[in-house]
């Protein structure tokens, strides 16, 4: 048990998650790993949504509403964390869902599946069932996409990526957008739009932003993902980590 007046409480709670993802098949001991890599990059940020990543994710909801064919890309760390959020944020857009694995196994394929089924998904795409397309620039079964998700996209949210996937995805000309909290990874700096904050914020800010700029004419949605400015964004958040911890310094 965590105890509740733990100052890492919350942190604390995440990390159990992923461990108990992780006992249950769903996480790959990678997926460990990379959690532990996005908590050091919390820790520095506050572990609080920042001014600009509220930006980033006003500018992602635009781009989502005005994609002809968006699809949300799940991995281990997504399922164990937000499965819920992820099929809410499908339904509030009418967008697909596809499983998308660095360590693709077909048992964990099918825990992932379970789990947004659980979660109330209707359809997931990603499994061995699906038609295959084959990304350009990827070797081996990380190539592999379904066809009718992440192949024919023209806008990918992809939380968490890997940044040679992230690459071949910019690469094939779709739009992509990023949850990472890292701002230098290379998938942060290869993204459209990076939303820097942890998964388990930016999704229900996702989803919010969704529901206020529904309705809102496209011209305006056009004008708000034009005004992003996704180094610039990024920059803001580097700002935040230097100044947070630089402040107190005298030199
Ligand atoms: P890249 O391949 O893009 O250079 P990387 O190799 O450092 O990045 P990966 O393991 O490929 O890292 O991807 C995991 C990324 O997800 C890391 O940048 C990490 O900071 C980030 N991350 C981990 N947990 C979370 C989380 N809960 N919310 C947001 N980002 C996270
Ligand atoms: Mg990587």
Same mark, same amino acid.
């Given at each position: 048990?965590?105890?509740?007046?733990?100052?890492?409480?919350? $942190?604390?709670?995440?990390?159990? /998650?992923?461990?108990? %993802?992780?006992?249950?098949?769903?996480?790959?001991? $990678?997926?460990?790993?990379?959690?532990? /890599?996005?908590?050091?990059?919390?820790?520095?940020?506050?572990?609080? #949504? #920042?001014?600009?990543?509220?930006?980033? @994710?006003?500018? %992602?909801?635009?781009?989502?509403?005005?994609?002809?064919?968006?699809?949300l890309?799940?991995?281990?760390?997504?399922?164990?964390?937000?499965?819920?959020?992820i099929v809410k944020?499908a339904k @509030?857009?009418d967008s697909k869902i596809?499983? &998308?694995?660095?360590?693709?196994?077909?048992?964990?394929?099918? +825990?992932?599946e379970?789990?947004l089924k659980d979660g109330g998904a209707d359809n997931v795409l990603?499994t061995?069932?699906?038609?295959?397309?084959?990304?350009?620039? +990827?070797?081996?079964?990380?190539?592999?996409?379904?066809?009718?998700? @992440?192949?024919?996209?023209?806008?990918?949210?992809?939380?968490?990526?890997?940044?040679?996937?992230?690459?071949?995805?910019?690469?094939?000309?779709?739009?992509?957008?990023?949850?990472?909290?890292?701002?230098?990874?290379?998938?942060?700096?290869?993204? $459209?739009?990076?939303?820097?904050?942890?998964?388990?914020?930016?999704?229900? &800010?996702?989803?919010?932003?969704?529901?206020?700029?529904?309705?809102?004419?496209?011209?305006?949605?056009?004008?708000?993902?034009?005004?992003? &400015? &996704?180094?610039?964004?990024?920059?803001?958040?580097?700002?935040?980590?230097?100044?947070?911890?630089?402040?107190?310094?005298?030199?």
């Amino acid at each position: 048990m965590i105890p509740k007046d733990h100052p890492r409480y919350e $942190s604390l709670l995440l990390r159990a /998650r992923v461990v108990e %993802a992780y006992k249950k098949g769903i996480l790959a001991d $990678s997926g460990l790993i990379a959690h532990g /890599r996005g908590e050091a990059f919390d820790y520095l940020l506050g572990e609080k #949504t #920042t001014r600009n990543a509220r930006k980033a @994710v006003k500018a %992602a909801a635009a781009a989502l509403i005005l994609a002809k064919n968006p699809v949300l890309s799940v991995n281990g760390n997504t399922a164990a964390l937000v499965p819920k959020d992820i099929v809410k944020l499908a339904k @509030v857009l009418d967008s697909k869902i596809e499983i &998308n694995l660095f360590y693709r196994t077909p048992g964990r394929v099918k +825990l992932i599946e379970e789990v947004l089924k659980d979660g109330g998904a209707d359809n997931v795409l990603g499994t061995d069932r699906d038609e295959k397309g084959m990304i350009q620039g +990827l070797e081996g079964p990380r190539a592999s996409a379904s066809r009718d998700g @992440v192949y024919m996209a023209d806008l990918v949210l992809v939380p968490l990526e890997d940044g040679d996937r992230a690459e071949a995805l910019v690469k094939l000309g779709k739009l992509l957008i990023t949850i990472d909290l890292n701002p230098l990874s290379r998938t942060a700096q290869a993204a $459209s739009i990076t939303i820097v904050d942890n998964i388990v914020r930016a999704i229900p &800010n996702l989803i919010e932003a969704v529901k206020e700029l529904e309705g809102t004419d496209p011209s305006t949605l056009h004008a708000i993902v034009k005004d992003f &400015n &996704n180094q610039e964004n990024i920059g803001q958040s580097l700002k935040k980590i230097s100044k947070k911890h630089t402040g107190g310094l005298k030199s």
